[in-house]
């Protein structure tokens, strides 16, 4: 992907935000049409119940439709704000399952600009992704597929693997990088 497109991309996406704000519903409409795939895929992988997925990725419209001046381009891009409110709200709702579960999230966003608005664009971000995934040590690997992907806390993750808290939280903070890294345009 080019960097114009790329810049092009936070551009549009700036633009619908700026239209939110002032009350431009076919503004929101479009940013639900380019991002929805995307937040439901994230809270789809974490809850594991289309219901609460469902739910959960109208909030998260809804809330951008009231907070959406809040936004500042310059702490990342849409979709990646999406991505975490939708991570975020997913583990909520999974620890409101299960109140014993412990407290601590992993914080670690990895905000990238990538043009996400196709879906050819999207499958080629995850295949990227995924061959990154792919190449990170075993242990990388499954620490960040708990964290992420299940909603684990560093601590569960421990507990999971039988690993030591520190190691679990080096391994997490390595792969965080090592994607960050790679990922980049």
């Given at each position: 992907?080019?960097?114009?497109?790329?810049?092009?991309?936070?551009?549009?996406?700036?633009?619908?935000?700026?239209?939110?704000?002032?009350?431009?519903?076919?503004?929101?409409?479009?940013?639900?049409?380019?991002?929805?795939?995307?937040?439901?895929?994230?809270?789809?992988?974490?809850?594991?119940?289309?219901?609460?997925?469902?739910?959960?990725?109208?909030?998260?419209?809804?809330q951008v439709w009231r907070t959406a001046a809040q936004f500042d381009p310059a702490r990342g891009s849409v979709p990646g704000w999406l991505a975490v409110a939708a991570r975020n709200r997913a583990i909520s709702r999974l620890r409101r399952r299960n109140p014993g579960q412990g407290e601590e999230l992993f914080e670690n966003a990895i905000v990238l600009p990538f043009n996400l608005e196709t879906e050819a664009a999207q499958k080629q971000m995850m295949g990227k992704v995924k061959g990154v995934l792919g190449n990170l040590p075993k242990e990388q690997r499954e620490a960040i597929e708990l964290a992420y992907f299940e909603g684990l806390t560093h601590s569960e993750i421990a507990t999971r693997t039988g690993d030591p808290l520190g190691t679990v939280k080096t391994r997490l903070r390595s792969a965080v990088e090592t994607l960050k890294k790679k990922l980049q345009p």
């Open positions: 992907m080019n960097p114009a497109s790329s810049i092009d991309q936070r551009s549009s996406d700036w633009t619908l935000i700026e239209r939110i704000v002032a009350r431009d519903e076919t503004a929101l409409a479009s940013l639900y049409d380019r991002y929805s795939g995307l937040v439901c895929a994230v809270l789809n992988r974490i809850l594991r119940d289309s219901a609460a997925a469902e739910e959960i990725l109208q909030d998260i419209f809804f």
